[in-house]
């Protein structure tokens, strides 16, 4: 909810957005995959019943936003970092040592994002008066989302480019959820970092609407794609432009997996 008055068309795109999240949540369930995306299915929730739980609050006991943003907000940073997560443990199932090495780093570089969040809300020079008042919190928990979302976006970015570089095989739905879902979460990144960006105008609505019309071509994409049949049809997408270099490119990455699980048996 950008703001308090809210435009037709911004209305309207809105509207659109929440009928695919929803459109893709019964499909998701109709397909019986809810137990394999159930990260991204607590999302779509929280995206459908979010806003509406807000707008009922809203006019029931005129609830803050920033009330509302700072109980709320925090449930998506989870689900931000737990989709990074999960989609890096399903793309390297099959190299244990990598999986577990990749663990380690993701762990550390939110721990760092944490610290970076809160280093670039005081270096910023962020408004201290009435320090503990919401405006305070406010401010600090927007510091913390940019420096969460741009660091899971990095790791996304390395996670995909892991999954093209290395001929792992890995479930269809998970190669085209994946490449869709690096543009969905970008779309995401780029709405916090546009207000900043983009003065007010005619170039913030169009970058706005610009934004909201990816999200829903993603939303499209994984309509489209995601299949019960999908779940069972490995592919290899890695290297696929040269596949003479796959069975290499695999040797390379066993041979790293096994010092890896070398190294940790000592």
Not at 231 to 239: A, D, M, S
Request: aromatic share 14%.
């Amino acid at each position: 909810m950008a703001s308090s008055a809210p435009t037709s068309a911004a209305v309207i795109f809105w509207g659109i957005e929440l009928a695919l999240a929803v459109l893709l949540l019964i499909r998701i369930y109709l397909l019986r995959l809810q137990g394999v995306y159930r990260i991204f299915v607590v999302y779509l929730i929280a995206e459908i019943v979010g806003p509406l739980a807000y707008a009922v609050l809203r006019k029931a006991i005129g609830l803050d936003y920033r009330v509302w943003f700072l109980l709320s907000r925090p449930l998506y940073w989870f689900l931000y970092i737990a989709m990074v997560y999960a989609l890096s443990q399903t793309v390297m199932r099959s190299v244990p040592g990598v999986s577990r090495l990749s663990r380690k780093v993701l762990q550390w570089s939110f721990i760092a994002a944490a610290i970076a969040g809160m280093a670039a809300f005081v270096l910023g020079g962020s408004p201290y008066a009435g320090a503990g008042s919401l405006r305070f919190l406010t401010l600090l928990a927007r510091s913390l989302e940019r420096s969460f979302t741009l660091t899971a976006l990095l790791l996304l970015v390395g996670v995909l480019g892991f999954l093209l570089w290395f001929p792992v095989q890995v479930p269809r739905n998970l190669a085209v959820f994946s490449a869709a879902y690096l543009v969905f979460f970008a779309v995401t990144v780029a709405t916090l970092f546009a207000g900043d960006l983009f003065p007010k105008g005619n170039s913030a609505q169009f970058i706005s609407r610009a934004i909201e019309t990816l999200s829903a071509v993603c939303y499209i994409w994984w309509l489209v794609t995601l299949d019960k049949a999908g779940e069972h049809q490995p592919v290899r997408v890695g290297h696929i432009w040269k596949p003479a270099e796959q069975e290499n490119l695999m040797t390379q990455l066993n041979a790293i997996n096994d010092a890896l699980l070398s190294g940790s048996r000592r």
